[in-house]
């Protein structure tokens, strides 16, 4: 039927209709990502996205939220983004939200915050970020292409505009060597964003990628799952923020979740109490845990 379907969307996109506004990734360079490599970037033509939006019930069935793929879909003119937005609102009049994938030297370089206001009121209604890490030499290390200052700059701007943000963070990014400089930086970061959502996913290092070749030469070495809970709570511990904290990712060992401030003392209590009983009884412990071949799906 000529409909172009993303490659990927984030899990709690899982139930919205997917439309290709771009295809693969215009950095595509991030260490441990192996998404769209060996593809091009390019952005399709407006009136193709529109036609696939009009297309959209058909393909999914009519569903009140949709997701604009593929990684960086806010490169786009900030007037291409409004007749998009214009029209899938024409077509859907009922639609609650539409969501997309974006960089933070994206937004840096291409809109103003007055400019992200204009999507907001024309019904972007929410952005995922990948911050990573809040800490600079991990960023620089995993070749991000943006310093925290860069991820505080843009995260900000997003939550000016009214547009909700949801920031994603890869714990065990730093290997047991960077764990607590990596928890602690990033909460740094995302003190002085204060998003929206706070999305945590495990490293699970993807063969073909800079970063596992890391690993395997030992330059770093892959944390424990104790090491990695203890990463997640100096996290939490140190977050003010007012967001949703999930684990909304198989790849996490245990579902902490919860919305700070007011749940931070039942994350921290859970976190403690899986963390006493894999240092007192491991093998009890891991069976609480995640199973390495569903964290691995
Ligand atoms: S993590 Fe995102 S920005 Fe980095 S290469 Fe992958 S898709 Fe591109």
Redesign the pocket.
């Known amino acids: 039927m000529g409909f172009e379907f993303p490659p990927y969307r984030p899990p709690s996109e899982a139930y919205s209709m997917l439309i290709r506004v771009t295809r693969n990734?215009p950095?595509?360079?991030?260490a441990f990502?192996i998404?769209?490599k060996g593809q091009k970037f390019s952005r399709r033509p407006v009136e193709d996205v529109k036609n696939d939006i009009s297309m959209a019930a058909e393909v999914y069935g009519e569903r009140p939220t949709m997701f604009w793929a593929d990684?960086?879909s806010i490169i786009l003119k900030t007037g291409e983004l409004e007749e998009i937005l214009d029209h899938t609102y024409k077509v859907y009049p009922n639609l609650e939200r539409i969501t997309s994938y974006a960089?933070a030297k994206t937004i840096l370089h291409t809109k103003t915050v007055e400019e992200l206001r204009r999507l907001s009121e024309a019904g972007l209604t929410r952005l995922h970020l990948?911050l990573e890490t809040g800490d600079d030499w991990l960023l620089k290390f995993i070749n991000?292409g943006a310093t925290a200052e860069d991820m505080v700059k843009a995260g900000r701007m997003v939550v000016e505009s009214g547009i909700h943000l949801s920031e994603y963070v890869i714990l065990g990014l730093g290997g047991a060597e960077r764990s607590e400089m990596h928890a602690r930086e990033t909460a740094k970061v995302l003190n002085q964003i204060d998003p929206a959502f706070i999305r945590v996913r495990t490293l699970i290092p993807i063969p073909g990628t800079p970063l596992h070749e890391v690993f395997e030469k030992g330059v770093l070495h892959l944390g424990s799952p104790l090491g990695v809970l203890k990463e997640t709570r100096t996290l939490i511990a140190d977050l003010e923020v007012n967001s949703e904290f999930l684990s909304d990712h198989v790849s996490n060992y245990l579902p902490v979740n919860g919305k700070l401030p007011e749940d931070k003392d039942d994350m921290l209590e859970f976190l403690d109490s899986n963390i006493e009983l894999l240092e007192v009884d491991p093998e009890t412990g891991k069976k609480l845990l995640q199973p390495e071949y569903l964290r691995r799906l």
């Open positions: 990734c950095w595509n360079r991030c990502c998404m769209y990684s960086n960089r990948g991000k």
